[in-house]
Structures are given as C-alpha cells and as structure tokens.
C-alpha cells in the first residue's frame, strides 16, 4: 500500500526555465455561449487565483463549423486588453496549424502567418508555449521546425509544444529543431489510458517533455458514466474521492498528476467555481493498489 510520490507544486515547460502550475486551465469553451469579455475575465481571475498559472487556448477555438475562428483568442485579448496587468501572471500557451476547411497546414508561410495572427487576436507580443495542433502529414519536418525556430528567434514564442502527434513524427520534428521541445498534448484521462503502455509517456520522459493531458475527465463523459466499463472506472476513482473528501473530477486529476512524468491535466471547465476547485488536485494521495484499480479498470482486464 506505498504512497506514490506527491505531484511537484512547481515545475517546469519541459527543460525551459518557464515556472508552470502543475495543472493548467484550457479555453476551448471560451468563446461559447456568447461570453462576454467581463465573464471570460472572473473565469481567468478563478484559474489565477487558484494558482493555476498555465492557460491554454487555439486559434480554432471558437471555430463552429463556418465561422468563429480565432473568436476564444479574441476574447482572451480583449479580457487583457482591459487588465494588462494579468498577462504577466499567466503562461500563455496556444496552438495553430489545424486550417478549415483544410484539414492541416503548417507550411512554414502559413505558419508564420497563423503566429501573427494569434498575437494580433492575443494582443500580447510573445507567446509562451505556442504548440502544432495536429501533425500536417503533408509538411516535411524540417520545414516546420525552421519556420518555428524563425518565431523563437524573432521573440513572438518563448517555447515549442506539439499536440495529437505519434511518437515518430514527435522523434522527426525533434531531429531538425535546435531549440528544445517543451510539451506534448495527446488526450489522456482515466478513459483513455493507451499512452500509459503504447510508449508516448515513456518517450515524453526520455526527451523531457511535459506531457499536457487534454479532456481529462473524458470530456465529462467521467461525470456520466454510461458504459459498464466507464462505471467500473468511476467506482475505483470514487473510493480515493470519497476517502479524502474531494471530487470525482479531482480525483481523476490527482490519478493523472500521480503518473512520474509530470502529466499537467487542462481542466476543460468553463465555470469559475470548478476550475478553482482543480486545484485541489495536488492535495490528494494515491496508494500504488489504488492507483493500479483505476488503471484495471479502465483496461476492462487485469494486468499480466
Ligand atoms: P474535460 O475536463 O474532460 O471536460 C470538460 C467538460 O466536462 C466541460 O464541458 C465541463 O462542463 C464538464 N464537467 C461536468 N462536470 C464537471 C466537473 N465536476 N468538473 C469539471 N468539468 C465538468 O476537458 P475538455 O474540455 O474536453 O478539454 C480540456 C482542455 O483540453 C480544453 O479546454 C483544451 O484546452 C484542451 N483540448 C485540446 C485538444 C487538442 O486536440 N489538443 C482537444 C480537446 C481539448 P462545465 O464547463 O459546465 O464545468
């Protein structure tokens, strides 16, 4: 019944020197709803004001289908346009390279372009992690990573990230990018577990990438456990919540967070009252057969 190691309360983007909360809060819901400028700003208070300090968000949030690109980044510029003072206390990550009705494009001038525009929307001269949303099948690394390192040079980014990639276009962008590759989003939640034995997070370790979990409650499929299988996993997360006295959804942050590569959960919360409570995460414990029951669990198999 060893306790696991606690999460670290402070870390680091990758190898950077960039200081990063060990959970970050994601605005892809942002811009949803018509949310006004004034109620983006309580969420961002919330999430600051819990220490959450990684914030991360995509040029195609907001996107519907037709229209509204760029509308969750827009509406983050204007919450700093009218509080300056905030930027300087969050790590603004976004992400590009995903172009409707294309499916992807990170030729380096639509890439180079995508980055402006995300600063424009941003109103901000530098973005801290700027990420490749899903891999561009049809653009050859070294191009991307010459158009990226352009950006660092230039100082719009601070830090490089890719989401949704395999681990062997992760292994060709890293073979031609002289700066380091901070972070790597793939979807991880009690849910979906194949990055815990397909390699990703091992590959994550070795290279010193900070994994990013998106949806990590599943996309709040955790919230409404429908399938045998989801119910079997939330029993096993509701034992440590109920025992330690917090939520289901912390619980499955802390469950992530308890992974020895640093896994950040981006809680995909629009509602300033449970993104604080995210922060609750770090406090939680996970004994090694606990840990192990959800992870059965979700596998719908024992281990070997
Ligand atoms: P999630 O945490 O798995 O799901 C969040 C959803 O669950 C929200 O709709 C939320 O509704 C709902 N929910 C219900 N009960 C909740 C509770 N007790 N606590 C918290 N949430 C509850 O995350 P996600 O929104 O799917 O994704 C999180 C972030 O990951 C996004 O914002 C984005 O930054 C990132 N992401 C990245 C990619 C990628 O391809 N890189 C893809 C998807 C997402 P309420 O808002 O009403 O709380």
């Given at each position: 019944m060893t306790d696991l190691t606690?999460?670290?309360?402070?870390?680091?983007l990758g190898t950077s020197d960039i200081a990063i909360s060990p959970i970050a809060w994601g605005m892809w819901r942002l811009a949803d709803n018509g949310r006004?400028?004034?109620?983006?700003?309580?969420?961002?208070?919330?999430?600051?004001?819990?220490g959450i300090t990684l914030l991360d968000t995509a040029d195609i949030y907001g996107f519907d289908g037709e229209g509204g690109f760029g509308d969750a980044e827009s509406?983050?510029?204007?919450?700093?346009?009218?509080?300056?003072?905030?930027?300087?206390?969050?790590v603004l990550a976004?992400?590009?390279?995903?172009?409707?009705?294309?499916?992807?494009?990170?030729?380096?001038?639509y890439l180079a372009e995508a980055i402006d525009a995300s600063l424009r929307r941003l109103k901000v001269e530098t973005i801290d992690l700027y990420q490749i949303h899903r891999p561009d099948i049809l653009a050859h690394p070294q191009e991307v990573a010459r158009a990226l390192e352009d950006a660092v040079a230039s100082g719009k980014i601070r830090a490089l990230g890719v989401s949704?990639?395999?681990?062997?276009?992760?292994?060709?962008?890293?073979?031609?990018?002289?700066?380091?590759?901070?972070?790597?989003?793939?979807?991880?939640?009690?849910?979906?577990?194949?990055?815990?034995?397909?390699?990703?997070?091992?590959?994550?370790?070795?290279?010193g990438?900070?994994?990013?979990?998106?949806?990590?409650?599943?996309?709040?499929?955790?919230?409404?456990?429908?399938?045998?299988?989801?119910?079997?996993?939330?029993?096993?997360?509701?034992?440590?919540?109920?025992?330690?006295?917090?939520?289901?959804?912390?619980?499955?942050?802390s469950w992530l967070m308890a992974h020895p590569a640093g896994i950040v959960p981006i809680i995909g919360s629009q509602s300033a009252e449970r993104i604080a409570e995210g922060a609750e995460a770090l406090g939680v414990r996970w004994t090694r057969q606990d840990w192990?029951?959800?992870?059965?669990?979700?596998?719908?198999?024992?281990?070997?």
């Open positions: 606690p999460p670290a309360a402070e870390r680091h006004s400028a004034g109620e983006a700003a309580r969420l961002v208070h919330a999430a600051l004001d819990a509406l983050l510029g204007e919450v700093l346009t009218a509080e300056p003072g905030l930027r300087g206390r969050m976004t992400k590009g390279g995903i172009r409707p009705p294309l499916p992807y494009d990170q030729s380096p001038a949704n990639f395999t681990q062997s276009q992760i292994e060709a962008l890293v073979h031609f990018l002289d700066p380091p590759l901070v972070t790597t989003q793939p979807e991880i939640s009690p849910l979906r577990i194949d990055c815990f034995e397909n390699g990703e997070l091992d590959q994550a370790m070795r290279l990438l900070t994994p990013m979990a998106w949806s990590p409650l599943g996309g709040g499929r955790l919230l409404n456990a429908e399938s045998e299988r989801d119910k079997q996993v939330v029993a096993a997360l509701d034992l440590v919540a109920n025992a330690q006295g917090v939520s289901r959804a912390v619980a499955a942050y192990y029951a959800v992870l059965v669990a979700a596998r719908g198999e024992d281990l070997p």
